[in-house]
């Protein structure tokens, strides 16, 4: 069984522009987590989707960065436009179950801004 | 609020001496807590979790025990190889799992 895939691995591009993650959970997982690791800290919760619908988003910066699970799929979390401080690494986990049932992660995109 | 704060790194140890990583958190109520491990290239993987007080979680040779008198969850292993070498994140759920907070992660080097 495939693991989370996460597209791209790396990313560099200009303060101003336009960058769009994509995480592909373990098929049949409802759940989706977005994560967030900056300057080597701590690793940070973005936001939660169970299916389409998202669950908690409490964790997300502000307007510049838009996630979406159009058909409950696969996601992808856009920033537009980005910013130097949004350098980080950016992990996807997926879970099949709410409750205690166990998140498996991605191996990350790591977004460099200039 | 919740908090997890773990030792900084990066731990260098030789191979086979004894391993313990620090970590002790905030939170609200009664979370659940948790080992990742991140090998180099891959995604975190979970290591070992504990549910609720003086739980010992296990699994390869660590150990981590929940105390919720000291509010750690400090990270054993007897004998470590060079095959552990990566980097180790202290989290707590403080519900249902749905939502992780992490420490800032402790990078592991074990020298041959």
């Known amino acids: 069984e495939a693991g989370v895939t996460q597209f791209p691995s790396h990313s560099v591009i200009e303060k101003g522009q336009t960058v769009t993650l994509r995480c592909d959970p373990i098929?049949?997982?409802?759940?989706l987590y977005w994560y967030r690791r900056v300057m080597g800290k701590e690793i940070k919760f973005l936001l939660h989707?169970?299916?389409?619908?998202?669950?908690?988003e409490s964790g997300m910066p502000n307007n510049r960065f838009l996630a979406e699970r159009t058909g409950g799929t696969y996601s992808t979390l856009k920033v537009q436009p980005a910013e130097l401080e949004d350098s980080g690494v950016y992990f996807c986990?997926?879970?099949?179950?709410?409750?205690?049932?166990?998140?498996?992660f991605g191996p990350g995109t790591r977004l460099t801004v200039l | 609020g919740n908090s997890v704060t773990q030792m900084e790194g990066p731990v260098t140890l030789s191979e086979e001496a004894f391993l313990t990583i620090n970590c002790t958190y905030t939170?609200?109520?009664?979370?659940?807590l948790f080992w990742y491990v991140q090998y180099p290239g891959e995604g975190l993987q979970l290591l070992l979790k504990?549910?609720?007080?003086?739980d010992k979680g296990s699994n390869k040779g660590f150990e981590a025990t929940y105390r919720k008198e000291t509010t750690s969850f400090h990270l054993e292993k007897g004998s470590v190889q060079v095959s552990d070498s990566a980097v180790y994140f202290c989290?707590?759920?403080?519900?249902?799992?749905?939502?992780?907070?992490f420490g800032s992660g402790t990078k592991l080097n074990v020298k041959p």
């Open positions: 986990a997926s879970s099949q179950d709410q409750g205690e049932s166990e998140q498996f």
């Open positions: 098929s049949g997982h409802d759940n």
């Open positions: 989707f169970v299916k389409e619908s998202k669950q908690d």
């Open positions: 939170a609200t109520g009664y979370p659940s």
């Open positions: 504990a549910t609720k007080a003086d």
């Open positions: 989290a707590l759920s403080p519900y249902n799992f749905n939502k992780f907070y």
